[in-house]
């Protein structure tokens, strides 16, 4: 199959993205000189945000560069961070429940998970903010099935809090090849089928594009077959985690075009560790995304 000719090229996007970025460098050097510029206008069609644990900066300093390129919000923060981000105007865009190394696919873990659950449910809801982030747990030993069967049941004891008070929780997909060996929720296909046994619009997948591409590729395809469950979106490039320009083997223009297309409309969160200055490739990354 032949490329159009007036189609832009792979080099030429990544060309684009490096001059989009220069630019909204400008506003983030001149925030670091003390001055408040005013967010790059971008186009509006994905809501950008990042999450805090990639980068070796202070929250305050992270805020204050996601707000001058145009970010809504920053993930993955506990409630007692929320002040720092609301003082630029930008909000959590996923707030933090329990860690991943406990789960709730296992019933001894329950009060504990349940009860942070709601602990960040309430937190989030007090400020209308939307979502919330769970964890399956590892399998060890235990048959998918049946974690699947204690997932839901648990899932069940929070999700009409969460209708009530129209908070989405999230449970992240992890690739348990390389970063998270024996974690449960490892295939989309097993995240959607518990969905579907918890039946809430209020339960959804974080599909982390990084891990699937990992775990079972064919990314595309599997956002546009299953969208609907798809609550939330990380990056990262692969192989790595590293930047998501030209140097690994995902062409994220296309994926965020399939994630627009398919309607959504909320957040796509930059989740790579950068090898270089870390604002220069955060800038970059929303560039390349903002599609």
């Known amino acids: 199959m032949h490329e159009n000719q007036h189609s832009p090229t792979r080099r030429d996007v990544m060309k684009y993205a490096a001059a989009g970025a220069a630019t909204m460098m400008i506003g983030t050097q001149a925030m670091a000189q003390g001055d408040t510029p005013s967010p ?17 900066c202070s929250l305050d300093e992270l ?9 809504v919000g920053v993930d993955l923060l506990q409630p007692e961070e ?16 329990y860690s991943i190394q406990k789960g709730i696919n296992r019933k001894e873990n329950w009060d504990e998970c349940l009860g942070l659950i709601r602990k960040s449910l309430d937190a989030t809801a007090a400020e209308g903010w939307d979502q919330v982030i769970c964890f399956s747990g590892n399998r060890a030993g ?19 809090d969460f209708e009530k008070k129209k908070v989405t929780l999230c449970m992240e997909l992890l690739n348990s090849k390389r970063n998270h060996h024996d974690y449960m929720c490892d295939k989309s296909k097993w995240g959607v089928e518990l969905c579907k046994m918890v039946g809430s619009e209020n339960f959804k997948l974080l599909y982390d594009i990084y891990h699937m591409q990992i775990d079972e590729g064919d990314v595309i395809a599997t956002i546009r077959e299953n969208h609907q469950y798809f609550g939330h979106y990380h990056t990262g490039g692969v192989p790595g985690r590293n930047e998501i320009d030209e140097t690994q083997e995902l062409y994220y223009p296309a994926i965020m075009q399939a ?14 560790i950068p090898k270089r200055d870390p604002m220069t490739s955060l800038a970059q990354a929303v560039k390349i995304c903002d599609v």
């Open 259 to 272: 994630i627009v297309d398919t309607g959504y409309k909320g957040v796509v969160a930059q989740e790579f």
């Open 40 to 56: 790059v206008a971008l186009k509006g069609r994905i809501n950008h945000s990042v999450c805090k644990w990639c980068y070796k």
């Open 63 to 71: 805020a204050k560069n996601a707000k001058a390129m145009g970010l």
């Open 82 to 97: 929320f002040a720092t981000v609301k003082k630029y105007g930008l909000k959590c865009t996923m707030t933090m429940s």
């Open 142 to 160: 235990m048959d998918d099935g049946e974690g699947m069967k204690n997932c839901a049941e648990a899932l069940k004891q929070v999700v009409g």
